[in-house]
T-cell receptor, first 114, second 117 residues
Framework: AQTVTQSQPEMSVQEAETVTLSCTYD???????LFWYKQPPSRQMILVIR??????QNATENRFSVNFQKAAKSFSLKISDSQLGDAAMYFC???????????FGKGTRLSVIA | GAVVSQHPSRVICKSGTSVKIECRSL??????MFWYRQFPKQSLMLMAT?????????EQGVEKDKFLINHASLTLSTLTVTSAHPEDSSFYIC?????????????FGDGTRLSIL
């Protein structure tokens, strides 16, 4: 079974600084998708960024980028120029090929310090 | 705008009541939807996979007679918590994706906060 590990329960960053959230996963599949979701206090699940495993290029969405290391099964999220609104719970998630559910990590709570 | 709609957002009811939660895909058809449960300060836990026109697939440890799932159409799945008790109080959230394209992500409803008194 696939597993997703987020080893940082909590992280903090100064406003305007950069922070990296770690995520590793375990799978025997070759075709899969990786995601980072943000969950603010409202508890909405907001897609931050996604990566297809077959793509070598790291995904980027504005201030958010990933470092995808397929051989190491690592998928970290970098947030640049951190803003107060970035404070939230961040979940790393894995989805295999086909119509399968997401497998979530335990999450990292990010605090942004003004 | 939202592509998955979930209602109600908040329910407070007495013990013994049955509660129905609806999950609709707005812009696409979904033969499969997923139901998750989230306890405070924890991750999302998959409860079941809802399959249009057939029985739901439940995860180990989830009581199918307690959590009834019906997926009667390609855009609607319902989760009914039967004879709810205080231990069923939780945050329930559904998700679905447009399966026509493999790269499409899961979209989530806004969740339902269920409180059983």
């Amino acid at each position: 079974a696939q597993t997703v590990t987020q080893s940082q329960p909590e992280m903090s960053v100064q406003e305007a600084e950069t922070v990296t959230l770690s995520c590793t996963y375990d799978t025997s599949e070759s075709d899969y998708y990786l995601f980072w979701y943000k969950q603010p206090p409202s508890r909405q699940m907001i897609l931050v960024i996604r990566q297809e495993a077959y793509k070598q290029q790291n995904a980027t969405e504005n201030r958010f980028s990933v470092n995808f290391q397929k051989a190491a099964k690592s998928f970290s999220l970098k947030i640049s120029d951190s803003q107060l609104g970035d404070a939230a719970m961040y979940f790393c998630a894995y989805r295999g090929s086909g119509n399968t559910p997401l497998v979530f990590g335990k999450g990292t709570r990010l605090s942004v310090i003004a | 705008g939202a592509v998955v709609s979930q209602h109600p957002s908040r329910v407070i009811c007495k013990s013994g009541t049955s509660v129905k939660i609806e999950c609709r895909s707005l812009d696409f058809q979904a033969t499969t939807m997923f139901w998750y449960r989230q306890f405070p300060k924890q991750s999302l836990m998959l409860m079941a996979t809802s399959n249009e026109g057939s029985k739901a697939t439940y995860e180990q440890g989830v009581e199918k007679d307690k959590f009834l799932i019906n997926h009667a159409s390609l855009t609607l799945s319902t989760l009914t918590v039967t004879s709810a008790h205080p231990e069923d109080s939780s945050f329930y959230i559904c998700s679905a994706r447009d399966q026509r394209w493999a790269y499409q992500p899961q979209h989530f409803g806004d969740g339902t906060r269920l409180s059983i008194l």
